[in-house]
């Protein structure tokens, strides 16, 4: 990873946090996005501990809203070039919350800032790069309504969550499609059941149920940025495209995020929502 750089959304804390500092002592300097500008200034100082040398870079955005999706994106293709792009930020809310778009806030902070930020970057990245989406397990169980996207139907949190998951997945497979040939990868991954920030904000019954988990059932933060810095970093992972990884290995997603008329037609409508040329 000398002198390469690796740019990360969510990374200022849990795995996000973790596979940046590891990556940046392995030589990469670190181009992140962050909302909270306190938890970012303790990252950027971890960062230039791990790598002293390189030149870390922060940009603040909101990542829910489409018109800092595009900011932020267009400063990130700033860059010369970008060797490893990872899509790391997201969040599970227990109540339905709607962005300035319309658009129903996990859908727009775990999908869209995925799908914008990457068609923006796409430019940036020679051959080589590596595209690494953080999707979940928790995929597992949900189905796309494409008629409610943005779940105004009988809205709750984890189920919405697992379906902002499955999107992940079914991005990962259709950027991988249209990246075949190029000379980048794009796969997706899940981490484990991670004690994290993940879930602290979401309130309700869900922010209680994941307070008792995760000392009971949760890996660490490190434990569960391995996958992540593998796909990263590893020379294994060079030129596999497609997959979805668990614990550093293929994994086989449910059949529903292996639908690759769904995944086209996820790709078509986000592209809409966005108002981006793909």
């Known amino acids: 990873m000398q002198n390469k750089t690796v740019v990360i959304t969510g990374a200022t804390s849990g795995i996000g946090e973790v596979a940046a500092i590891r990556l940046a002592e392995k030589g990469a300097r670190i181009v992140f996005t962050a909302r909270d500008k306190a938890r970012a200034d ?8 791990a790598n002293p040398n390189a030149d870390h870079v ?12 595009k900011r932020v994106g267009a400063e990130l293709a700033r860059e010369s070039r970008i060797d490893v792009l990872i899509n790391n930020a997201g969040a599970l809310f227990n109540k339905r919350l709607e ?9 727009a902070l775990n999908h869209m800032a995925y799908f914008v930020i990457t068609n923006t970057l796409l430019s940036r ?6 595209i690494v989406t953080v999707a979940s397990n928790a995929h597992r169980g949900a189905r796309l309504d494409f008629d409610d996207l943005q779940s105004r139907r009988g809205y709750a949190g984890f189920p919405v969550y697992s379906k902002s998951k499955l999107c992940n997945i079914l991005f990962n497979r259709e950027l991988a499609r249209r990246l075949a040939g190029t000379g980048v990868t794009a796969n997706a991954l899940h981490p484990g059941f991670v004690a994290t920030r993940f879930g602290d904000n979401s309130g309700g019954l869900m922010r209680t149920v994941l307070k008792v988990a995760k000392p009971i059932g ?4 490190e434990e569960g940025a391995q996958t992540l810095i593998y796909l990263a970093s590893s020379p294994e992972a060079a030129g596999v495209s497609g997959e979805y990884f668990y614990e550093c290995k293929t994994a086989t997603p449910t059949a529903e995020a292996r639908n690759d008329e769904d995944a086209k037609r996820l790709w078509d409508i986000s592209q809409e929502i966005a108002g981006l040329e793909c």
Request: charge should be neutral.
């Open 42 to 49: 303790e990252t950027m100082g971890k960062l230039k501990r």
């Open 58 to 69: 922060l940009h603040m955005a909101d990542l829910s809203r489409l018109v800092e999706m």
């Open 99 to 107: 962005t300035e778009d319309g658009l129903e806030m996990t859908f």
């Open 125 to 130: 990245l020679k051959t080589g790069a590596r």
């Open 218 to 221: 949760a890996i660490s933060p």
